[in-house]
């Protein structure tokens, strides 16, 4: 097969899967609302059942649902019959899916589910199944036609089931009004958490490190104490502590250009007066967005009197992998 067959046939199967994924936009219809609807007002969690490719789906399913505000795990069908139901409460709903609707092992241990008490979603391709008809609500996911050429290997289904998957699990997000501070605690490790739960009070120079000198100071002060501290500012204060301004490399450069005496020039006559500051608990993620708008490479953080506290640099961002 030559490598022009492989393009083709890879064009094929991502049409009829695209093809799949507009199909099933028809069955996001008052039965989806439905659904939706019991696992909105689910006093437990989310139980999702599969058996084969559509286990592998119902996994990441549960997963996404878990991820994005609604408590849900997955339970494999034939591990149920043999002691895993007991996961299964009457306060629970259970979603199940099969793209038959007739799938043995799923079957199996629906009349258990009922016992239980538990709600049930049916997500299948076939709206007439035996799953379909013994379920509170059913979620059409019918495709016309796999992308496996023998019809056989469930391809295009699969997406299908997944997207609508996605569609419930976001759609409830934002019922919820889940928020990204309500992501980051499930999701707290690798650089994702960090960009959501890391603090300027977690990575910022505080105290002595803080690079500070008074306004009546002259320019060579400022330089002595930018070498010192090595965060290319330095924040200006008044006698009373709050902050009169900034004093950076970009500023030095501008000065020398004038030819200033740095021995005697106050540094008040050339810091910059206005100037970009943080809070210690500012998201260090919010700091970033700021610093690349304002296209400035480094923030004096202050406290509530407007006393430097801290400063942090792009540098500090990027060795705490938010950058």
């Not at 039965?31 to 059942?49: D, E, K, P, S, T």
Request: glycine share 8%; aromatic share 4%; net charge negative.
């Amino acid at each position: 097969m030559t490598q022009l067959n492989f393009i083709e046939q890879g064009k094929r199967v991502l049409e009829i899967e695209r093809q799949a994924l507009l199909d099933i936009t028809q069955y996001l219809d008052e039965n989806f609302n439905q659904a939706c609807q019991l696992m909105y007002q689910c006093h437990g969690r989310i139980i999702v059942v599969g058996m084969g490719k559509s286990g592998h789906i119902g996994n990441k399913i549960a997963a996404t649902l878990a991820s994005t505000g609604t408590p849900a795990f997955f339970v494999h069908p034939g591990e149920a019959s043999h002691g895993d139901l007991g996961m299964i409460t009457r306060d629970d709903v259970v979603m199940l899916i099969s793209n038959s609707g007739e799938t043995s092992e799923v079957l199996n241990i629906i009349p258990v589910i009922k016992r239980i008490g538990a709600k049930m979603i049916a997500m299948t391709g076939n709206p007439e199944s035996s799953m379909a008809n013994w379920a509170d609500a059913h979620v059409c996911i019918k495709v016309s036609q796999e992308a496996c050429p023998l019809g056989l290997a469930p391809t295009a289904s699969t997406t299908a089931t997944l997207a609508m998957g996605d569609a419930i699990a976001v759609a409830l997000l934002e019922t919820r009004g889940f928020t990204a501070d309500d992501f980051a605690l499930s999701h707290p490790g690798g650089s994702l958490g960090k960009r959501l739960l890391l603090c300027l009070k977690d990575i910022m120079h505080s105290g002595p490190a803080t690079p500070m000198i008074n306004d009546k100071q002259c320019i060579k002060d400022a330089l002595i104490e930018m070498s010192a501290k090595g965060l290319g500012m330095t924040a200006i204060v008044d006698d009373t502590g709050q902050l009169a301004g900034l004093f950076t490399d970009g500023d030095l450069r501008r000065i020398l250009e004038q030819r200033i005496d740095i021995h005697s020039t106050l540094i008040s006559t050339v810091m910059t007066r206005s100037c970009t500051t943080a809070t210690a608990d500012m998201l260090a993620a919010e700091a970033l967005n700021i610093m690349e708008n304002k296209r400035i490479n480094g923030l004096i953080v202050v406290d509530n009197k407007h006393h430097p506290i801290g400063a942090l640099n792009m540098q500090d961002l990027l060795k705490a992998g938010v950058l």
